[in-house]
């Protein structure tokens, strides 16, 4: 990269602060995901028996899986608040305020009485945490691949975004593995007695490691030279957002659609079905995406360094039309109940989530002005997944119920795939623009 990188705007990141600050979000982001995956992991697992009893073991899962769709009902809430605030004061002070509230909430449910100990206020506080926990991760994303996207150069803005989003993956895997672990090593009624509670707990050591870490990471060098003039300032960003980007707002949705939806039915949906559908063991179901998310780590930067050099809409309309072929494959292998074919499932899906993935952060930050680039983000990210990953569990669950087939989903998977192909053909490109091109072009 030379001896700088400079932003946007003109002012100057160093390669080591561009690698210091490119470390802390994704650390960063990995914990805060990492509680966020953590209750949907748990919900297909645990939460059910403990929360929700139910003489039927699917509708106490779909029961669960409805307070895992809370937190995304509250996430584009935080998106709002935090994109307005980030636009007004910075995207630093908002990352360290969602990373405690996500780190209280996490620990606190770890903490909670059961429905046996204290009847429907068991469930009733699950649920206000998850809100919690929600309007936490709804401001987190949004800031966090801005900090490190506006402190990295155009020609390699892919890149430097995607490990934000590698991070997100990481704390799909941190999650996993620590329910896979604790649940290798306990019996069932010890799992279900106790040990579930401890990777909850454990946040409170991570929160703390983020947090260390965060203090240290600079203030957007492009948002700083914006936030000079007064002016430029947006009073209302969010509205503005609505107002000015409404094509970019759809696109940007499209974008999220399937993504969204294909991510957790592969890594929360596949364990039901594993384990009810199929019989198979909880670690069966665990190791398999345990091992695709590891893989995943590792393609998301691997797909958004290839949108810096090919364009964004063809990586991404790539995953998106792989994903709905993989969607049937995806399913055909499940039902093979061999852990060999279940790992290649979860690899392959993961694989094509990836390239959606990898280019995604770049290309919605692509899509705003600095001065409304918190709350755009926030808002096409955050609003699509309430009608896609908040939904995708339950109605992949419901499916099931009502057919006993992992074909239906398959279905449901591909249309949303479609949909966002077709929204990745129509987005216009914008590899290699600056910042100032973008801000200028408004």
């Given amino acids: 990269m030379g001896d700088s990188a400079m932003s946007s705007t003109g002012a100057v990141s160093s390669p080591a602060t561009l690698r210091k600050v490119v470390a802390a979000s994704m650390i960063g982001t990995t914990i805060e995901w990492y509680d966020f995956f953590l209750y949907g992991t748990a919900a297909a697992l ?65 903490l909670l009485p059961t429905h046996d100990q204290v ?58 593995g620590m329910l896979a672990a604790m649940a290798a090593f306990q019996s069932e009624a010890d799992f279900l007695a106790w040990g579930w509670r401890v990777p ?39 509205l503005e957002a609505i107002r000015q980007r409404p094509r970019e707002l759809l696109i940007g949705g499209g974008l999220k659609f399937a993504e969204n939806i294909s991510y957790y039915v592969i890594t929360v949906f596949s364990i039901t079905y594993v384990t009810q559908q199929l019989g198979l ?15 995943h780590v590792f393609l998301i930067p691997l797909f958004g360094a290839l949108s810096d050099k090919i364009g964004r809409r063809p990586v991404y309309a790539f995953g998106a039309f792989g994903m709905m072929i993989w969607a049937f494959v995806f399913f055909r292998l499940l039902d093979t ?20 993935y990898g280019p995604q952060a770049a290309f919605l930050a ?22 896609a990953g908040s939904l995708a ?20 998977v591909a249309v949303a795939a479609l949909v966002t192909g077709v929204a990745a053909v129509l987005a216009r490109e914008t590899k290699g623009k600056t910042f100032a091109e973008i801000d200028a072009e408004a």
């Fill in 200 to 238: 909850f707990l454990l946040s409170a050591v991570l929160i703390g490691v983020g947090w260390w870490i965060r203090t240290t990471v600079e203030e957007s060098p492009t948002f700083q030279e914006v936030a000079k003039e007064a002016a430029a300032i947006e009073k209302a960003p969010t």
């Fill in 46 to 110: 645990v939460f059910n028996k403990l929360f929700f009893p139910s003489s039927e073991p699917l509708v106490g899962t779909m029961l669960a899986f409805a307070t895992y769709a809370l937190g995304f009902v509250a996430r584009p809430l935080g998106g709002i608040v935090f994109g307005h605030f980030g636009d007004r004061i910075g995207r630093k002070k908002l990352l360290m305020l969602s990373l405690v509230l996500m780190g209280g909430a996490t620990v606190l449910i770890g």
């Fill in 393 to 412: 569990p339950l109605i992949a669950a419901a499916l099931l119920q009502a057919t006993g087939s992992g074909t239906p989903i398959a279905i449901y």
């Fill in 119 to 176: 009847g429907i206020w068991a469930p009733a506080m699950l649920i206000a945490l998850r809100l919690v926990q929600g309007f936490a991760v709804g401001g987190e994303w949004g800031g966090a691949v801005l900090i490190v996207a506006e402190h990295g150069d155009a020609a390699r803005r892919g890149l430097w975004a995607s490990f934000p989003q590698a991070g997100v993956a990481a704390g799909s895997l941190l999650a996993s």
């Fill in 337 to 356: 109940a061999q852990p060999g074919m279940i790992v290649l499932a979860c690899v392959g899906a993961l694989f094509f989530h990836g390239a959606m």
């Fill in 281 to 295: 063991s909880r670690a069966v179901a665990l190791e398999a995406i345990l091992i695709a998310s590891a893989c």
């Fill in 366 to 387: 692509e899509m705003f002005p600095t001065r409304m680039r918190y709350s755009g983000v926030s808002l096409a990210y955050q609003v699509t997944s309430i009608f």
